[in-house]
């Protein structure tokens, strides 16, 4: 038992942080630059924890900013908590308002991610996912033994869930407690830290989306954030921006900052409303 648990708990931290840190604030946000092997290896993390196509994940989620609690954000619970859940991601096909090639022209081109991505198709996309996703354990199965695939297979799934209960929890005011006024619903969910490595901290992030930092007082540890700057210090990441203030006076500049694509990694729509990518 004492052996599965520490394989559970090992995979758990690679498929959580490849969440947070590979496919949130790398390829959502760009908060940060770093060479392709280690994109790919958070990325793997993310993918192996059945959060399906980077390209759709990134893209859904910079219209989640872009949107956030209107009718057109892809999961607010104003809608409905299961809609806010999982109820979204039964779609077949992108909506008309959200565009892999205007929301996300800079992940397109990768090859793996165009090809995970299976042509826009979200149901074949997340059927790939699933078949990499199952098979990669029964490889595992082979090689190591049940103990470390069920491991495996336990983590990721249960690291699945993290988005969606994020997605419900920390948009409900009455859960949580709010640093910045930005007219959404985000809130901060301390009970949540653990569980999501930093990503708790909701709505320090939705006020400055742009930033690899989420915590920002003194309490509000940053799992996620502390990983990025060992990185860094390690010379495996670089262009990391940390720009996030509670002070008043510099709020405004930085939120400004921070609610455009870090470095112009990517362009919008200039037609429709920008609330954050």
Sequence with gaps: MSEFLLW??????WHILGTTVGY????????????????????????????SSPIW???????????????????SPRYGNYQAYAGWIFRPV????INPKLQAPDLINDPVYSFLEKCNNWHNSHL???????????????FFGWKIALASVLAGLVVQQVPFLLNVVCHKRKLGYKNFEE???????????LMTMGDNWHNNHHAFPGS??????????????LLIKLLEKLHLANSVNSRISL???TENELAAENKFATEGAFVTESALPLKAL
């Design 128 to 142: 790939l996912n699933s078949a990499i996703g199952f098979g990669s354990r029964a490889v595992l199965w082979l």
């Design 57 to 75: 994940w990134a893209t859904v989620h910079r219209a989640h900013h872009r949107y956030v609690d209107t009718p057109l954000d892809p999961h």
């Design 183 to 193: 007219g959404d619903d985000s809130v901060n969910v301390p009970w949540l830290i």
């Design 212 to 225: 690899a930092r989420s915590g920002v007082r003194w309490f509000e540890f940053d799992i996620s954030w």
């Design 94 to 97: 992108y909506p008309e308002h």
């Design 247 to 249: 002070n008043s006076q």
């Design 8 to 13: 559970f708990c090992v995979f758990y931290v």
């Design 24 to 51: 949130h604030r790398l390829l959502a946000h760009r908060s940060f630059r770093c060479p392709k092997f280690v994109e790919y290896f958070f990325v793997a993390g993310g993918y192996l924890a059945f959060e």
